[in-house]
């Protein structure tokens, strides 16, 4: 893969810019899009010239909605990877192993799977204008590892649960306030505030930085293999009528009906 199509991939004084470039689908990942942000994700760790890493969606809009549920309507899955599988756990895997403090610039909605990326970002600088909040129980999907377990340690039980449960969409504000972001600044300034902590932590020692963040994610680990159990989960339920129910109301713009489905 030699030129990416669903991403953008830049270096600028020793600040590597990853940005999602899907706007007219807010940023939503397909399995393509996973393959390309992990290889960027992978050119960055490798590079001399690469100190910090920031995470970006293209437009104002989005950040990143997620998954793309138009795809999974459409064809049933998330499209064709170079793999043959949909790698988004290898991405998580990258985010958090890159051995470089990786920043999240959240530009507009972080939602559902956007959501866990932001998460899973050492540090997330967000605009004025963020929306955060997850999706999974509204179109029959979840994630039971890193982006309900570990949110849960960023946050606390209670407003994890909240998260997840209730389907909150959180401002920027609240985010702040709930410890789910380290700033907000008004969104004309947030290329130039994640410029200013890249700057800072790039006068640091790169050893240092890394041994740190590898040390905070030993703490955490074990919900990478919680996660990939419940992955394993997950796609045995997106075949069930429940799932589709939840996905197909989606597509329909419409109210899904789950009642049939409890008390199982």
């Not at 982006?147 to 209730?166: D, H, N, P, T």
């Not at 394993?232 to 069930?240: A, N, P, R, V």
């Not at 996905?247 to 899904?256: D, G, L, M, S, V």
């Amino acid at each position: 893969m030699t030129e990416f199509s669903d991403i953008t991939y830049e270096v600028d004084n020793g600040l590597a810019w990853i940005t999602i470039n899907r706007p007219e689908r807010y940023n939503a990942f397909r399995a393509q899009t996973v393959d390309e942000l992990v290889l960027a994700f992978k050119k960055a760790w490798a590079s001399s010239e690469v100190g910090v890493i920031a995470l970006t969606g293209a437009g104002d809009k989005a950040f990143c909605a997620g998954g793309d549920q138009k795809q999974r309507m459409e064809t049933g899955d998330y499209g064709p990877s170079q793999s043959g599988l949909f790698e988004v756990e290898a991405l998580h895997r990258v985010i958090r192993d890159a051995p470089k403090p990786v920043i999240a610039a959240v530009n507009g909605l972080a939602i559902g799977g956007g959501h866990v990326l932001h998460v899973l970002c050492d540090l997330t600088i967000a605009a004025d204008t963020a929306q955060f909040g997850q999706n999974g129980p509204r179109v029959g999907s979840f994630d039971a590892g890193l982006g309900s377990g570990y949110l849960a340690r960023v946050v606390g039980e209670k407003r994890a649960r909240e998260i997840w449960f209730m389907l909150r969409r959180l401002s920027a504000e609240e985010a702040l306030d709930w410890g789910l972001v380290n700033r907000v600044v008004p969104a004309a300034e947030l290329r130039n505030e994640v410029r200013a902590w890249a700057d800072q932590m790039l006068d640091f020692s790169p050893t240092a930085l890394k041994v740190l963040k590898q040390s905070m994610n030993t703490d955490t680990e074990h919900f990478v293999s919680i996660g990939t159990m419940a992955y394993s989960t997950l796609e045995i339920f997106g075949d069930t009528p429940e799932a589709q129910e939840g996905i197909t109301a989606f597509n329909e713009k419409r109210k899904p009906d789950f009642s049939k489905y409890r008390g199982k």
